[in-house]
C-alpha cells in the first residue's frame, strides 16, 4: 500500500511524491515541482526524482548494512529512509505525510537530539545523544562504517576503516595535517579516535561542516543537473553548471587545484563525484565555495596492493573526473599551490602510521617510500618537467615512462566515503 507526501525543503513544499510500501517512489504524480528548490541531481531525466530518492538511501555496499538495518528493525535501505523522513545532515529535503502537521523545527537533526544507531560502543560512551524516532544514518553515504553523532549539541561525524588496519582513518588525520601546515582554510578537520569492539585501533571523528544555514552540494549533484555535451570535459562540465549558478568559479578551481595536489602527494584514489563538492546558502541558494576537503582516506593504498616499483607510482588509477593521475594533474593551472616545504616530513607520517599496532613493517616502509617519492615527483612537476615522459629520473630510479591511454572517461558517481 502506498502513500502521498509531500516532499519538503525545510518548510517549503517542493512536489507531492507517492511511496509504496517498499520505500520507493513507484511512479510520478502529475503535480507541479518548484524547480527552483527543488534537488538538482538528475534534473535533466524524466525519473529524476525517483533516482534522487534511490540515491538518497544507505547504500548497499555498506559493510554493516546487515546488522545496521536489523537494528533498526526494517527490511530494506529504502524502508529506513522512509522510516526516517528521508532527514540527512547535509542538506533539508524531508518528506512529510500529508496528513501530518510536522514542521521543519519539529523534526530537522540540525536541531533534534537524534538515535544513534550505529558504531554504539563508541557514542554511548562518549558521546550525549537522546534518543528520538529519527536518524540521520538512513541517508548517510559511503561504504565505511560510520554514525552521526552528538557531543554537546554539537553534530560529529564517526568513521570506522575498511579492515582491521586503520589505514583511512590515519590518512584522515594526516591530510588534515597537511592541510593545517599549508594554512589551508578550507578543510574538515579528522581526529583519530578510539572506538570500542572494533578490529582497527582507530577510528577517526569530525565536526559537521552543514548547518542551517549552509548545506552540501555533491559534485555528482552539480555533474547530473544537465546532460553533458560531447565537447565538454567532466570538470569543464561542473565548471560550466557552478558558473551559470553566479559560482566564483575561479576561485572554486583553484580549491581543486590544491585538492588535486594533495590528493597526488597521497596517492589518493577515490575523489568520486560525491567525495567533494560545493556550500550552498540555504536562503539566497548561492554556491558559495568548493566545500570544505573531506573524504580522503581512500590514499596511501588504503586496502589495496602497494606499488611494487616506483613506476607504479605514476600510473595509479583514480576514481575521479579523470580516470588515472596524469590526467588529474594536467588539469591543474597552478602546480606550486601546495608548498612542498611545508608538508610533514616522512618521520611525522612514520609516527602516525605506528599508531596503528597491527601494521606491517613491511607495508609502512613501502608507504612512506611512496609519500617521499610523490613529494619528489612534485618538485620536478613545480620545474615544469613531465613524469609521464622520458625527461628525467628520480632519486637514483630510471628513467620513467607510462605509456599513455586516450579514453573517453565517463565518471563513476560513488559513494561518499
Known amino acids: 500500500m502506498s502513500e502521498l507526501y509531500y516532499l519538503m525543503r525545510k518548510n517549503d513544499k517542493v512536489t507531492v511524491v507517492r511511496i509504496d510500501e517498499m520505500g520507493q517512489i513507484n511512479r510520478s504524480l502529475a503535480h507541479s515541482v518548484r524547480y527552483d528548490i527543488a534537488p538538482l541531481a538528475n534534473r535533466y531525466k524524466d525519473t529524476w526524482l525517483k533516482e534522487w530518492w534511490v540515491d538518497r538511501a544507505i547504500p548497499s555496499s555498506r559493510n554493516n548494512i546487515r546488522k545496521l538495518l536489523l537494528d533498526a528493525g526494517v527490511e530494506s535501505r529504502s524502508i529506513f ?18 496528513d501530518s502537521d510536522l514542521k521543519w523545527e519539529d523534526v530537522n537533526l540540525f536541531d533534534n537530539a537524534f538515535e544513534n544507531d550505529t558504531m554504539d560502543g563508541f557514542t554511548r560512551d562518549s558521546f550525549d545523544a537522546k534518543e528520538l524516532s529519527y536518524s540521520p544514518n538512513s541517508s548517510l553515504q559511503g561504504d565505511i562504517e560510520k554514525t552521526w553523532a552528538i557531543r554537546k549539541g554539537e553534530r560529529y561525524l564517526i568513521k570506522g576503516n575498511n579492515s582491521f588496519l586503520s589505514s583511512e582513518s590515519i590518512n584522515e588525520a ?11 582554510d578550507n578543510y574538515t578537520h579528522y581526529e583519530l579516535v578510539k572506538i570500542k569492539g572494533k578490529s582497527y ?9 552543514t548547518s542551517q544555514k549552509y548545506e552540501l552540494i555533491p559534485a555528482w549533484d552539480i555533474y547530473s543537473y544537465k546532460k553533458k555535451s560531447s565537447s565538454e570535459s567532466v570538470l569543464q562540465h561542473i565548471l560550466n553548471v557552478c558558473e551559470s549558478f553566479g559560482m566564483d568559479v575561479e576561485s572554486f578551481k583553484r580549491d581543486l587545484d590544491y585538492e588535486i595536489m594533495v590528493d597526488f602527494i597521497l596517492s589518493g584514489y577515490d575523489r568520486h563525484l560525491n ?15 568548493m566545500a570544505p576537503i573531506y573524504d580522503s582516506g581512500g590514499a596511501l593504498f588504503a586496502n ?25 594533474v594536467k588539469l591543474v593551472d597552478d602546480y606550486a599551490v601546495v608548498d612542498l616545504d611545508k608538508l610533514p616530513p616522512v618521520s611525522f607520517v612514520k609516527k602516525l602510521y605506528e599508531k596503528d599496532s597491527q601494521i606491517e613493517e613491511k607495508r609502512l ?17 613545480q620545474k615544469g ?33
Open 385 to 417: 618537467k613531465d613524469p609521464w615522459r622520458k625527461q628525467y629520473s628520480v632519486s637514483g630510479d630510471s628513467e620513467l615512462s607510462v605509456k599513455e591511454e586516450e579514453f573517453d572517461y565517463e565518471p563513476a558517481k560513488g559513494s561518499v566515503n
Open 275 to 289: 567525495n567533494f563538492g560545493v556550500i550552498r546558502d540555504a536562503d539566497t541558494l548561492e554556491l558559495i565555495r
Open 201 to 209: 585501533d582507530y577510528g577517526c571523528v569530525c565536526k559537521a561542516f
Open 174 to 184: 594526516l591530510a588534515s595535517e597537511i592541510h593545517k601546515r599549508q594554512g589551508y
Open 304 to 328: 589495496k596492493p602497494m606499488p611494487m616499483k616506483l613506476k607504479d607510482l605514476l600510473d595509479l588509477k583514480t576514481n575521479s573526473f579523470a580516470g588515472n593521475e596524469e590526467k588529474l
Open 365 to 381: 616502509a613501502s608507504i612512506l617510500f611512496a609519500y617521499e617519492k610523490k613529494i619528489d615527483i612534485c618538485k620536478n612537476i
Open 81 to 98: 529512509l522512509t522510516k526516517n523522513l528521508g532527514l540527512s545532515l547535509t542538506d533539508y529535503y524531508w518528506i512529510k505525510p500529508m
